[in-house]
């Protein structure tokens, strides 16, 4: 074979493989898989209970996020957050005590609000900012939460 044509055939062929591994390591720098739990959680002096998990699973939609609570004796429930999240990280959970809220927030962005006075659950699973319902894109409007199951994970 002709020097060129086996020096062509190999650079196409080194090239390719370079596009796979870079493709390969955009998917693993993007979506981080392997990173399930809890990953925010705080307990308050009246022995309520909150948590974000993610799972992952491993597939085109990443990971599944929802925020659990769980009052003072009580059961716990979940609400809906992300189904095609990215990994989460930076996750933070503070409790609001002037509005009775706690917050969520995922790399210094609100993402989720749940008002304990009124149970009405806001989250934002998205990256662009949105003007209804004051930045956020979901509502769960009700004093219960939208599943009653047990989280797959232990409070920490």
Not at 18 to 47: E, N
Not at 92 to 114: C, F, H, P, Y
Request: proline share 5%.
């Amino acid at each position: 074979m002709n020097r060129i044509v086996k020096r062509t055939i190999l650079i196409l062929a080194g090239a390719g493989a370079g596009c796979l591994f870079a493709g390969i390591g955009m998917f693993l720098a993007i979506v981080q898989p392997g990173g399930s739990g809890v990953i925010a959680s705080k307990r308050l002096p009246d022995g309520s209970e909150y948590m974000v998990i993610q799972h992952c699973n491993w597939s085109i939609e990443p990971y599944t996020v929802h925020f659990y609570e769980k009052p003072k004796g009580g059961q716990w429930g979940s609400f809906y957050l992300d189904h095609e999240a990215d990994r989460w990280k930076g996750v933070t959970m503070n409790w609001d005590q002037s509005t009775d809220t706690i917050v969520v927030k995922e790399r210094g962005k609100i993402r989720a609000k749940l008002d304990r006075h009124t149970g009405i659950f806001r989250y934002d699973n998205s990256n662009f900012a949105s003007l209804a319902d004051n930045g956020f894109h979901g509502m769960h409007e009700s004093n219960e939460p939208q599943w009653r199951d047990e989280p797959r994970y232990p409070f920490p």
